[in-house]
C-alpha cells in the first residue's frame, strides 16, 4: 500500500496531509482532482450540443457572424461583381470561478472509522456538472427566444403546444410527438445543419415509453423499448431526458437550485428543447482545478475544486423551444437589464 493510500484509509482525516511529504502531497492533490475531473465529465450531459473554445488566459473570446453570399449569372464581357456579405461579432466572457467545497475537521475525522473523501470528490464532480449543464440549458432556452444579430439571419423559434399540459396521457404524448416534428420543421425551413437533438423532463420522457405503441402506429416505429426504457427518435430527432431541465424562473433567487445571475432566465412552462450544437458557445479557462490545503487555524483542512467557464448565444436559428404555454411576461426585460442576451437580440413586440 502506497504512502497516499494508506493515508486515505487510516485514522488521518480526508484530504488532510500534514505529515505527508511534498512529493506525497502532490501525489495526494492529483489522485483527488482526476476523481472530481472523472466525475464531472461522467455526469456532464450537455457535452457535444454546444460549441466550445479553451483561452489561455485571454478573458473573453471573439466569434464572428458571416451572412450569405450571392451567385448571378455573369455576362460576356462584364465585370466581375463582389458580393456584400453581412458581418457582425460577438465575444463570449469567463464568468466569475464556479466553486465547491467542504471544510474537514481534524478532531472528527479521527472519530470516523471510514473513509469519505471518494464520496465527496463524487459530489463535487456531480454539483459542478449539474449546475454547468443547466447553465448551457439556459443559454439554449435564451437562443430559442432571440432574433438574429444579423437582419437577414433567422432568430430561434418557441414552439407552443396547451396540450402538453393536457389532463390525459394521450393527449401530453402526442402533443410533444406533434412538437417535437414541428421543431425539426422549422430547423431545416431555416437551413440549419448538423445533429438535431431533443432533450425534456423524465416525466415526459417515460409517458413516451409508456404510450409507445400509440407512436408506433403515428410515427413511424423508431421510439424505442418499454423493457429496455429508451426512446430513440420522434421525426428522426434523437429524444434524451436530463433531471435538471430548467422549468422553473431561474431569475428568482428563491429557486436556489436553478437561481443564476449570469445566464438566468425565466424558464417556467418549457417542456424540451430541440437544436444543434451550433446554437450556444462555451469559453473553458481549462478543466476542473482541485487544491487541497491545511486549515492550522481552525484545525482541519480544505478541498475546493472550481472550474473557469463563460457561455453564451451563438446562433439564435439553431435553438427550439418546446412549450406547455405563453412566455411569462417580463422575461425579455430581465435578461437585457442584466446584459444576458449574448449574439442575438431580442424579439421587437418583447413585454
Not at 461522467?42 to 479553451?54: D, F
Not at 466569434?63 to 453581412?86: L, P, R
Not at 463535487?124 to 427566444?145: P, S
Not at 415509453?209 to 408506433?216: A, D, P, Q, S, Y
Amino acid at each position: 500500500m502506497d504512502k497516499v493510500t494508506n493515508v486515505l484509509n487510516s485514522g488521518s482525516r480526508t484530504g488532510g496531509f500534514e505529515d505527508l511529504e511534498a512529493n506525497d502531497k502532490a501525489l495526494l492533490i492529483e489522485q483527488v482532482s482526476g476523481e472530481i475531473l472523472a466525475s464531472f465529465e461522467k455526469n456532464v450531459a450537455m457535452e457535444g450540443k454546444y460549441q466550445r473554445k479553451n483561452t489561455n488566459g485571454a478573458k473573453s473570446v471573439r466569434f464572428e457572424h458571416i451572412g450569405g453570399i450571392g451567385a448571378y449569372y455573369h455576362n460576356a464581357g462584364e465585370h466581375i461583381q463582389s458580393s456584400t456579405i453581412a458581418h457582425d461579432k460577438s465575444e463570449l466572457t469567463l464568468d466569475r470561478p464556479l466553486v465547491t467545497s467542504f471544510f474537514t475537521d481534524d478532531f472528527q475525522e479521527t472519530m470516523v472509522h471510514y473513509n469519505a473523501r471518494g464520496e465527496y470528490t463524487r459530489k463535487m464532480g456531480e454539483v459542478l456538472a449539474q449546475k454547468y449543464d443547466r447553465n448551457i440549458q439556459m443559454k439554449f432556452i435564451t437562443a430559442a427566444r432571440l432574433r438574429n444579430v444579423l437582419d437577414e439571419g433567422d432568430g430561434g423559434s418557441v414552439i407552443i403546444n396547451t396540450d402538453l399540459a393536457g389532463d390525459t396521457l394521450e393527449k401530453r404524448v402526442k402533443a410533444f410527438a406533434n412538437s417535437v416534428i414541428e421543431a425539426r420543421k422549422e430547423l431545416i425551413k431555416k437551413n440549419v445543419t448538423g445533429q438535431i437533438f431533443c432533450i425534456t423532463d423524465p416525466d415526459t420522457y417515460f409517458e413516451i415509453i409508456e404510450h409507445r405503441e400509440l407512436l408506433k402506429d403515428s410515427y413511424g416505429g423508431q421510439v424505442g423499448s418499454y423493457s429496455e426504457g429508451e426512446v430513440f427518435k420522434i421525426g428522426g430527432v434523437p429524444i434524451t431526458y436530463h433531471n435538471y431541465l430548467p422549468q422553473v424562473d431561474a431569475t428568482n433567487e428563491a429557486n436556489k437550485e436553478f437561481y443564476d445571475k449570469y445566464h438566468g432566465i425565466n424558464c417556467t412552462g418549457t417542456k424540451a428543447i430541440v437544436g444543434t450544437s451550433e446554437a450556444v458557445g462555451v469559453l473553458r479557462g481549462g478543466d476542473v482545478t482541485t487544491k487541497i490545503w491545511d486549515d492550522s487555524g481552525r484545525m482541519g483542512s480544505w478541498t475546493r475544486a472550481s472550474i473557469a467557464c463563460g457561455m453564451g448565444v451563438l446562433r439564435p436559428e439553431c435553438a427550439v423551444e418546446i412549450r406547455s404555454a405563453a412566455l411569462p411576461t417580463g422575461w425579455a426585460k430581465i435578461i437585457k437589464e442584466n446584459g444576458r442576451i449574448g449574439a442575438g437580440r431580442l424579439p421587437r413586440d418583447y413585454a
